[in-house]
């Protein structure tokens, strides 16, 4: 099982790059109803209703850690000005699925230098998929 993270501005086509390749929502859908993997959504949380997955809100209500004590179970009622950063929530992840074969993280931010995750821009994940790099059986690649 692997863990997927992405990012929505910029990275997938509900809010394309204006020049660059993006990841299809379908795609995202289909890894989350298709795989076994898990996947998430770390950036912008309208990805969350678009491809009906779990994001930051879901996180920390499944972990009990410092942000859980902080924002526990009003993550769901509000928004908060101080959310863990986009690396602290792929340390969360991480501590989620300790067991994982694999962390990538797919986001227009440069997160290359988080260890044990590998970082791909939208455009690099496609062409990896469509190489086959990333074998994950997308529909319509």
Same mark, same amino acid.
């Given at each position: ?30 890894? !989350? &109803? *298709?795989?076994?993997? #898990? ?10 209703? /678009?491809?009906?997955? +779990? ?20 993550? !769901? &009622? *509000?928004?908060?000005? #101080? ?10 992840? /991480?501590?989620?699925? +300790? ?43």
């Amino acid at each position: 099982m692997n863990v997927f993270a992405f990012d929505r501005d910029y990275t997938v086509d509900v809010s394309p790059h204006p020049e660059r390749p993006v990841v299809p929502l379908g795609w995202i859908i289909h890894l !989350d &109803e *298709e795989t076994e993997h #898990e996947v998430w959504a770390i950036g912008n949380q309208d990805l969350k209703a /678009e491809a009906d997955i +779990p994001g930051i809100q879901e996180l920390i209500r499944r972990l009990d850690n410092k942000w859980y004590e902080k924002i526990g179970e009003r993550a !769901d &009622e *509000e928004w908060f000005d #101080e959310w863990p950063t986009r690396k602290e929530r792929l340390r969360m992840l /991480e501590e989620l699925f +300790p067991r994982a074969t694999e962390y990538i993280v797919v986001d227009d931010a440069d997160l290359s230098d988080v260890e044990r995750w590998t970082h791909y821009f939208a455009w690099d994940f496609v062409e990896a998929v469509e190489s086959g790099t990333i074998d994950t059986e997308f529909p319509d690649k």
